[in-house]
């Protein structure tokens, strides 16, 4: 199956190119360019929003209509992808946590269901899961809606290495591993069939109706298979540690899906960055600098290099004014840049800089 164009992206199939040029470090004249912009339309008025909070999140019909309205009213430059956004990640954290889970209008909080001590059957993401179905039920709703119009992203349990601290809680998990770590490691080992089975589900799901793996959030395209992944625990663990557990995880994930991409967050986790280019199937580094630490730009110069060096693919959210700073300091093979503009004509612009900014200036500090 070969991309089509789509109403919210005619020019879908131009993207996939890049996007696949992105993947393969292939030579261009610009890196793939994320940039959203409001269009001048005014959408129909919305339907009144849920007052309970479980269906404000997993409403399949209000569901779908928030999210037209969102895509209708959004303009999708360069190789932006018209989807889903973080919803149905977010939904997916969902998964074998039992009733307790809990929704506002801005998160979904899951219970400690590891309290009493760690057994891995407390956490059951498989058949007879309530989750799944109601999961199961917006999906599907979504892929009806999307026909021709956006794509619709993959949903998947948490990351094990994020969720065993949450399950534990947070402070019982860190005096574990302190502790007895081939015992955490053991139970996340013991999870990770459970986890494989729920996400392969929803994967079979979409895979026939919609060409190329999609990712929702931050927005990704590839032909083939692709994983996301993360570890926000990690800025609270040794290097040793990290081998020990994360990248327990990660190496089992490679046998899975062999194309990852890594979300590295803040400060506290550059430290185990050497270890993750260690590993060959890290194809992608998405850095996000964290709260309180200077935007992307000029200050992390050095790690950037780091990545591309190492022959990685890069992906950096960056305010519109750093957007010609990174063009032209950074090699444009395997690299994104996600902006935004105020409109679709300032959009396009800055796609044509690109052109003229790209790599003018690599030399310079």
Not at 59 to 73: H, I, N, P
Not at 87 to 93: E, N, T, Y
Not at 109 to 114: I, T
């Amino acid at each position: 199956m070969e991309p089509q164009p789509l109403l919210f992206k005619p020019d879908w199939p131009r993207a996939c190119r890049r996007w696949r040029a992105f993947w393969n470090l292939e030579p261009v004249d610009r890196p793939c360019l994320d940039i959203t912009a409001p269009l001048p339309v005014e959408p129909p008025p919305p339907s009144a929003c849920p007052e309970d909070m479980e269906a404000f999140w997993f409403d399949a019909d209000f569901t779908a209509e928030r999210l037209v309205r969102q895509l209708g009213a959004t303009y999708y430059a360069g190789e932006s992808v018209p989807a889903d956004g973080a919803h149905l990640i977010m939904l997916g954290w969902t998964l074998g946590c039992g009733p307790e889970v809990r929704f506002t209008r801005e998160t979904i909080w899951l219970p400690e269901l590891m309290r009493e001590g760690q057994d891995a059957s407390l956490w059951n993401p498989g058949t007879g899961d309530p989750w799944r179905k109601k999961l199961g039920s917006v999906l599907r709703r979504l892929l009806e809606e999307a026909k021709g119009r956006f794509l619709v992203g993959y949903p998947c349990p948490m990351v094990l290495n994020d969720l065993l601290p949450l399950l534990l809680g947070s402070q019982m998990f860190l005096m574990e591993m302190a502790e007895d770590i081939e015992r955490c490691r053991r139970t996340l080992i013991e999870m990770a069939a459970p986890w494989h089975e729920a996400a392969g589900y929803f994967r079979e799901i979409i895979r026939e109706r919609q060409a190329g793996h999609v990712w929702g959030w931050p927005g990704l395209w590839h032909s083939e298979p692709v994983a996301i992944t993360q570890s926000d625990m990690s800025c609270m663990i040794s290097g040793e540690m990290f081998d020990r557990f994360v990248l327990a995880e990660l190496d089992i994930l490679a046998e899975h899906s062999p194309i990852i991409w890594y979300h590295l967050d803040g400060p506290g986790a550059v430290r185990h960055l050497p270890r993750l280019l260690s590993r060959p199937y890290i194809r992608a580094i998405q850095w996000v600098p964290g709260s309180g630490n200077p935007d992307n730009g000029p200050a992390y110069l050095d790690l950037y290099r780091q990545v591309q060096a190492a022959g990685r693919c890069l992906d950096l959210s960056a305010g519109p004014d750093n957007i010609e700073f990174l063009i032209r300091r950074l090699n444009p093979e395997g690299l994104v840049l996600r902006t935004w503009a105020a409109s679709p004509e300032e959009a396009d612009e800055l796609i044509d800089n690109a052109v003229k900014w790209c790599g003018s200036h690599l030399r310079r500090n």
